[in-house]
């Protein structure tokens, strides 16, 4: 299954094309050929995935879409090396093949208060991932940029059961920045927080986006996120389900929710989206 | 699949082999005395202890002592017991002037009573009954204030939403919202009192298994012990499980399903 | 919802039930020893129409001068390190095994499924009637008197572990890989903290049933403790003693109970409030 990488959207405004050139120059970082998944249980082996192929490019945002149950769950667990492909798949973080979480690629989970280590504050839970393995003097810097990045720092002393879903949230990235990460894994982050609270950190991380230059791989099902923040659109179809479209999102950066949303390029997209999640394969 | 066949598939082979090659490891340590216990009966010694006890009409009438004093005391310990829950859960008057005094009374582990009521009643079924019953009352009471107590506001508010009297709201919500927990009240209650009996038994009353197993060990025979210590379980078990289907028997099925895992 | 019915005039017993709880969180005396009337009621008709020479019911002025006697001779003292120290070594030893055996219970469903018939097996034989098994085999010490403490309290534990294994979050797991943390450090940082809880939990359930069995086998086998001293005091006849040495054993139990709960609230301290322990 090919995904196109061309603009299918051909009245895209011409205006904000983010050179389609140098997205093609850039580096691989994942590079998925024939991805099938088998869930085991005690009933036997259900297929989520069969024969996968999708490139991530280095500094690149992508979306992963699709109906529940479709497997972005599950796609993005095997690109953090937490689940493991049938063996004929072929999963590779810039050449390697991912056996187990490479280097630098870090996971940040929809269920922030199950991911969060609830006996640890917050600096300590940031911290995390860096004890012992640079100095203690180094840690603490990190893990203060990370915390003031998401603007928590004056939040660090304290446990996680007195933050809001969404500060504990912002914990959670922090955690993943302070480890200075090539990639952030999103598992539906933004998934279990109210509306308001959402907009503002989906500006936040487009923030963090700029600034650390990461690659950003973001599984969602709300076509409004997906669109408003990323570079590429994957969407899965099928049962079990292949990528049906990569859609390349042509809006200029920096966004804005208002501006951003309204343009008529988003909302041509936005319903190709919608079509393409809807359709169903016979 | 069949229901046969399910249940065939059902039976945990790996577990009751466990339990046999244990079973077998015991018989072995005994049989060449790999272990020093003079006293330590091999499973099979214990088998024909069993035997010779039913056999001889020893067991039976044992066990029978000792079933009808816990199910007496038992009765008697969920009448009182469900009686004054009931009371400290519907008036907070009787609650907030008695609690206190229940947790108290509560932290005195009822097993120090039984030297007491040896005292008082000497060695009698009727100390062996006094101690049932008080060892039983506890979990029941306890288990009805929590569930008379614990039922959601929004119960209470339909009640008066529907303009039920006060008797009616207690006997069509609060009674019945409470039943799960006082079940599980009965059923701790159930243990305990054979427990107890059982305790009394070996200290004070001379009857039931528990004297028996006494008497068992003055005598020096450890295969008989074992065989009465197994009856007092077996005992158990069967009560408990009793119990249980009579419960699940009374009350609609939860709504999560039954709880997983193997027993 | 909830404040709506607060506010209302005739939620009566919704709302002393709330104020009840709340008092008991702040911990004013003064409904707790409102509570107390009943016993102290009780204890003074007793205390009054007792007399002092009864075999049966002597009243509590009498225990109070049977306790103080006790404690002269050094009796009194001597039983409750023996009773305590028993109680400790068989839950500390019950902790450790249970918690283990829990784990690796809880970790592997072919352990589960192995182990389980079992233990079941041994868990349905009552830790009371093995008393008289125990002192035969082991004869009358210690090492009698801890074995079977342990053996009862070792089930709480085992059973609270092994459900807090099956109740770790997957994510928890999934973050710590994330994070690169290497297995040890997964182990020692996330596994075991996230375990303790249910740990606690199991030894909170188990601590009284401890206390219980230790007075127990010292009722039963005479073994230096509490409830020997109570057992004898009940043989030779000195009913003011077996009341004064049963106050002792609540007053040791509730004690028990009170440094357990200042052990999880130190240990838990980053919960929320204080999260109502076991039962």
Request: a positive charge; aromatic letters at 4%.
């Given at each position: 299954m090919q995904a196109s990488d061309q603009p299918i959207t051909q009245d895209a405004p011409t205006a904000d094309r983010t050179e389609p050139q140098a997205q093609v120059k850039r580096k691989v970082t994942f590079q998925c050929r024939n991805l099938t998944v088998e869930l085991g249980s005690s009933e036997g082996a259900t297929c989520i995935c069969r024969s996968v192929n999708f490139d991530v490019r280095e500094g690149e945002f992508i979306s992963i879409m699709g109906r529940s149950g479709s497997g972005k769950t599950t796609l993005l667990r095997i690109l953090g090396g937490l689940l493991a492909p049938t063996p004929d798949s072929s999963v590779r973080y810039y050449g390697e093949r991912v056996e187990g979480p490479p280097p630098g690629v870090i996971t940040v989970f929809q269920n922030y208060a199950a991911s969060l280590l609830p006996w640890r504050t917050v600096e300590k839970n940031v911290a995390l991932g860096l004890e012992g393995k640079v100095g203690r003097e180094e840690a603490r810097e990190r893990v203060a940029d990370a915390l003031a990045m998401v603007g928590l720092g004056k939040r660090a002393k304290d446990y996680p059961w007195r933050l809001s879903g969404g500060m504990q949230q912002r914990v959670q990235l922090a955690r993943a920045l302070a480890m200075r990460p090539s990639v952030l894994l999103m598992d539906e982050p933004f998934g279990a927080l109210d509306a308001m609270t959402k907009t503002s950190l989906q500006d936040e991380l487009l923030q963090v986006y700029e600034r650390t230059g990461a690659t950003v791989v973001f599984v969602t099902h709300d076509i409004d996120e997906a669109l408003y923040l990323s570079d590429r659109v994957l969407v899965?179809?099928?049962?079990?389900?292949?990528?049906?479209?990569?859609?390349?999102?042509?809006?200029?950066?920096?966004?804005?929710?208002?501006?951003?949303?309204?343009?008529?390029?988003?909302?041509?997209?936005?319903?190709?989206?919608?079509?393409?999640?809807?359709?169903?394969?016979? | 699949m069949s229901s046969r066949s399910r249940r065939l598939g059902r039976v945990n082979w790996p577990g009751l082999l466990t339990l046999a090659l244990l079973a077998g490891a015991w018989e072995a340590t005994v049989r060449w005395s790999l272990l020093d216990y003079q006293y330590l009966p091999a499973p099979s010694a214990i088998a024909r202890g069993a035997r010779t006890l039913l056999a001889s009409g020893e067991l039976i009438p044992n066990v029978l002592h000792t079933l009808m004093v816990t199910l007496i005391g038992w009765s008697i310990a969920s009448v009182i017991g469900i009686g004054l829950g009931l009371l400290l859960g519907l008036s907070p008057t009787a609650y907030r002037y008695s609690m206190t005094s229940f947790e108290v009374t509560k932290a005195i582990p009822p097993i120090t009573f039984v030297p007491a009521t040896l005292l008082i009643f000497g060695f009698s079924l009727r100390m062996e009954l006094v101690i049932v019953v008080y060892v039983g009352v506890w979990p029941v009471l306890i288990n009805t204030i929590g569930g008379v107590r614990g039922v959601p506001g929004e119960l209470l508010d339909l009640g008066r939403m529907l303009h039920m009297s006060s008797w009616t709201r207690v006997r069509k919500l609060i009674v019945p919202a409470a039943v799960p927990e006082i079940l599980v009240g009965l059923r701790l209650g159930l243990t305990l009192c054979l427990v107890l009996a059982v305790v009394a038994e070996m200290v004070g009353n001379p009857a039931g298994l528990g004297h028996a197993l006494v008497r068992a060990q003055q005598a020096l025979q450890p295969e008989k012990m074992f065989a009465y210590v197994l009856s007092a379980g077996v005992l158990g078990i069967t009560l408990n499980a009793l119990f249980r289907s009579a419960a699940s028997w009374m009350l609609p099925p939860p709504a999560g399903g039954p709880e997983g895992g193997t027993p | 919802m909830t404040a709506q019915t607060a506010t209302r005039p005739d939620s009566g017993r919704q709302q002393s039930a709330r104020e009840e709880r709340g008092n008991r969180k702040r911990t004013t005396p003064f409904p707790l020893l409102r509570g107390l009337l009943p016993l102290v009621v009780l204890l003074s008709v007793w205390e009054l129409a007792g007399s002092p020479g009864s075999p049966y019911f002597p009243p509590p002025s009498t225990w109070g001068s049977a306790l103080i006697a006790l404690w002269e001779n050094g009796v009194l003292l001597a039983a409750v390190v023996a009773t305590l120290t028993t109680f400790s070594i068989a839950l500390g030893a019950a902790t450790v095994l249970g918690a283990g055996v829990g784990l690796v219970v809880g970790g592997s469903p072919a352990a589960d499924r192995a182990l389980g018939p079992t233990f079941e097996f041994a868990r349905a034989m009552p830790p009371a009637a093995m008393v008289p098994i125990a002192t035969l085999l082991l004869g009358y010490d210690e090492t009698m008197k801890v074995t079977v403490v342990t053996l009862a309290a070792i089930w709480a534990i085992l059973l609270n572990t092994r459900a807090g294994v099956r109740r770790i979050d997957q994510t928890l797991l999934d973050a710590a890989r994330s994070l690169q943390l290497g297995k040890l450090d997964r182990i020692r940082k996330v596994i075991v903290p996230a375990l303790l809880p249910a740990i606690f939990l199991g030894v909170r359930v188990a601590a009284p049933i401890a206390v219980v069995i230790t007075l127990l086998v010292e009722i039963l086998t005479n073994v230096e403790g509490v409830g020997a001293l109570i057992a004898q005091s009940q043989r030779t006849f000195q009913p003011a003693r077996v009341y004064a040495l049963i106050v002792v054993a609540g007053a040791l139990s509730f004690l028990v109970n009170a440094v357990l709960g200042a052990i999880e609230s130190y240990v838990f301290r980053y919960r929320p409030s204080t999260a109502g322990g076991g039962e």
């Open positions: 899965l179809q099928g049962d079990p389900s292949t990528i049906g479209e990569s859609l390349p999102v042509h809006c200029s950066r920096p966004r804005h929710q208002i501006e951003t949303k309204q343009s008529e390029g988003f909302l041509a997209l936005r319903r190709k989206v919608y079509e393409a999640i809807m359709q169903r394969h016979e | - | -």
